[in-house]
């Protein structure tokens, strides 16, 4: 959802203008929740850059002041019903039957209301350009959650430029949303690469093909932010290999320009 030019810079208005177009799905939320809305904690990471924490009793919104938006939001008013693993009498409860102890709302009922959420946030045009990545419920040891992802669309090489995520978390019992997440990493149509994917790709392959099972997955070309407001353009690597627990994933970057691996 784009943001208005007059909440530039603050990021206690960009949280506020995020929660006023959310109200009416999330418990606790109205006007007197956004009038104590306060900033936290702050950080910076070379996907977001830098960001604060914008936080009332019962949300936690996580704007980045580089990106001037909102990447993150967490529902502190409702938590996943936790499931003993063993009853009363000390029998280990089976997965299906935890399940059905928290489940009440339907998969199709969560995902209506996932795909709504982000909708709302993201924009129906940018839903569009997207694929699913994640559908249906998880678990989180005795808790359970609905997690519906989506990301850009990779070619048939696994190649992008450009990348955009965005997640939507259910509570199976309320209905409620829990989280949501928005990540988005792009170069500028203007900026020059040398490295191009094929090139990337014997680059990850010569330092990491040594790896049992080794194979490359995916390549996305993203923009690290730094923190003197400059970016990098690089490569997000993603691959596979076998590791003493089984087939594994790992991801690495490459620096578009100079072909350094950076792990």
Same mark, same amino acid.
């Given at each position: ?8 810079? =603050? ?36 996907? #977001? ?39 009363? #009498? ?28 982000? #909708? ?36 048939? =090489? ?23 997440? #928005? ?20 680059? %990850?392959?010569? =330092? ?13 070309? %993203?923009?690290?932010?730094?923190? =003197? ?35």
């Amino acid at each position: 959802m784009p943001m208005s030019a007059d909440t530039a810079e =603050d990021p206690v208005a960009l949280a506020k203008e995020f929660l006023e177009a959310d109200l009416s799905s999330r418990p606790g939320g109205g006007s007197k929740e956004l009038s104590v809305l306060t900033t936290g904690g702050s950080g910076f990471d070379r996907t #977001n850059g830098s960001w604060t924490f914008v936080e009332s009793p019962s949300v936690r919104i996580k704007v980045s002041t580089t990106q001037q938006r909102v990447v993150a939001m967490d529902n502190l008013a409702v938590s996943p019903r936790e499931v003993a693993v063993e009853d009363a #009498n000390g029998r280990t409860r089976s997965p299906e039957e935890m399940r059905g102890m928290v489940v009440q709302v339907p998969v199709e009922v969560a995902r209506d209301r996932g795909v709504e959420y982000a #909708n709302r946030h993201i924009g129906k045009e940018t839903m569009g350009g997207l694929s699913i990545s994640a559908d249906g419920l998880v678990s989180r040891g005795s808790r359970f959650v609905y997690r519906f992802a989506w990301r850009t669309t990779l070619d048939e =090489d696994g190649v992008a430029f450009g990348m955009e995520t965005v997640s939507v978390e259910i509570d199976p019992t309320s209905g409620e949303v829990l989280r949501f997440r #928005n990540l988005v990493s792009k170069v500028d149509e203007d900026q020059p690469i040398a490295i191009e994917a094929t090139r990337c790709r014997r680059i %990850v392959e010569s =330092d990491l093909g040594h790896l049992e099972g080794f194979k490359v997955t995916q390549m996305v070309l %993203v923009s690290l932010l730094e923190e =003197d407001s400059t970016s990098v353009p690089a490569w997000a690597v993603g691959y596979e290999f076998v590791g003493p627990m089984g087939r594994r994933p790992g991801a690495c970057y490459v620096h578009a320009m100079t072909g350094k691996l950076l792990k």
